[in-house]
């Protein structure tokens, strides 16, 4: 099925600094998501984005977060500082619609904050 | 609360065996996706739908928007089958996944 990629697979950072996970999304999609998973539990929304614009965030996407996708590169997730309960494994979802479409989605990007 | 209500949260199953995940949902869902997280982590699709019945192989899968539920079914249930399941469904008027807390399968010889 399609192929969405995420870069770097693990990132070990120390508490306040700055990380960015990237992802590729699959060609021909125009909408994309990141996903927040502890260990051990479940899968949680952060945030969508369409055509340079966040549409909808959740109450874990916090001020130290940001996300972009410059010019038909990867969709990136920036996290500016981090903090230890930033660790976990993070999600990159692409769909080809808005309404009623798949969401595919990335391996993920372990994060550990030490 | 929850939206999204799933179970088992675990499941042995012998080879060769049938089983069936259930998941509930608190308010009217519009599309439901269900996924297989393998060890390594990696989120596998196995049915994306709207409300009806898919079939895939020895997979099953019906969402059924009016009660509010979706089930899956595994037939002739194989070692590579051991992992853990999630349901994940789109709710009304928000373009978010809501997921349950998966069912952890595991299939023994």
């Known amino acids: 099925g399609p192929k969405v990629l995420q870069i770097p697979s693990h990132q070990i950072i120390d508490m306040g600094q700055m990380v960015t996970l990237n992802c590729d999304p699959v060609?021909?999609?125009?909408?994309f998501y990141w996903y927040k998973q502890i260990l051990g539990q479940q899968m949680e929304f952060l945030v969508n984005f369409y055509n340079g614009k966040v549409m909808e965030k959740s109450k874990l996407f916090k001020d130290q977060f940001s996300v972009e996708r410059p010019d038909g590169s990867y969709f990136t997730l920036k996290i500016q500082p981090t903090a230890l309960e930033d660790s976990a494994v993070y999600f990159c979802?692409?769909?080809?619609?808005?309404?009623?479409?798949?969401?595919?989605f990335g391996p993920g990007t372990r994060l550990t904050v030490l | 609360g929850d939206k999204v209500k799933q179970s088992p949260s675990a499941l042995s199953l012998q080879e060769g065996t049938n089983s069936a995940l259930r998941c509930n949902f608190s308010?009217?869902?519009?599309?439901v996706q269900w996924f297989l997280q393998n060890p390594r982590g990696s989120l596998i699709n196995l049915f994306y739908?709207?409300?009806g019945t898919k079939e895939n192989g020895r997979l099953k899968s019906t969402f059924n928007s009016k009660e509010s539920y979706s089930t899956l079914h595994i037939r002739d249930a194989q070692l590579e089958d051991s992992g853990t399941y999630f349901c994940?469904?789109?709710?009304?008027?928000?373009?978010?996944?809501?997921f349950g807390s998966g069912t952890k399968l595991t299939v023994e010889p």
């Open positions: 739908l709207v409300p």
């Open positions: 979802a692409s769909s080809s619609d808005w309404n009623y479409a798949e969401q595919f």
């Open positions: 308010i009217a869902a519009t599309t």
């Open positions: 994940a469904a789109v709710m009304p008027n928000y373009n978010v996944l809501y």
């Open positions: 060609s021909n999609h125009l909408y």
